[in-house]
């Protein structure tokens, strides 16, 4: 099966039944695929919580546009950035980056010290705005590698993030919530978009070719 395969098949579900679980195997390979995701200057300034616990789920659900959803999915990944950019982040970093690359440390660090002259001279907004976008590289992995694996997902940012971060708890973390994963088994009786035809714009409206 090719990628466009796959992207054709996926679709966002809207429905999940909470009788069937996606095996761990096929879990780990969709963490793998958005462990390995690029990010802007090799920083992984993100986290994905894996929530399996149903109890958890139903109090995440309170804040959710899909409650169903965040309730009989499998699994929920919640994609959190880091709260802002540091420079004991930084240097952690690229010290782990230096030292599995057997390369002294302090290798980058004129590199690094413009990195930090850059995000920390920003405020907290538009620092975690950086970093949300992150995030959404792995995400898309992640709903790449699922459709591979012809597990159902929803991507979601239809949720309260002030809920998920209190529930999750993940401030003592240095984390915010960013975007949602749902992971599980459709629900074919319910899942009222699996039938409909997938809508994109023409390639001739999409690309624009200078």
Sequence with gaps: ????????????????????????????????????????????????????????????????????????????????????????????????????????????????????????AQNQEENFAHIARQTYIALGLALAQAAELRVDSTPAEGFSNAVVDSVLDLQQYGLKSVSIMYVGHANPENDWIAPMKKVRISKEDFIIEL
């Design 1 to 120: 099966m090719s990628l466009i395969e796959d992207l054709n098949w996926r679709h966002a579900v809207k429905a999940y039944d909470p009788t069937k679980k996606v095996s761990e195997e096929n879990i780990d390979k969709i963490l793998e695929a958005a462990r390995l995701a690029p990010t802007s200057s090799g920083l992984q300034p993100f986290k994905v919580i894996v929530v399996r616990n149903q109890a958890l789920k139903e109090k995440l659900a309170v804040g959710a546009l899909n409650p169903e959803c965040m309730k009989d999915c499998s699994h929920v990944l919640v994609f959190a950035g880091w709260d802002r950019y540091t420079e004991e982040r930084i240097d952690t970093i690229y010290d782990f980056t230096t030292d599995v690359r057997g390369l002294p440390r302090g290798r980058f660090d004129s590199y690094t010290t413009m990195l930090k002259s850059n995000y920390l």
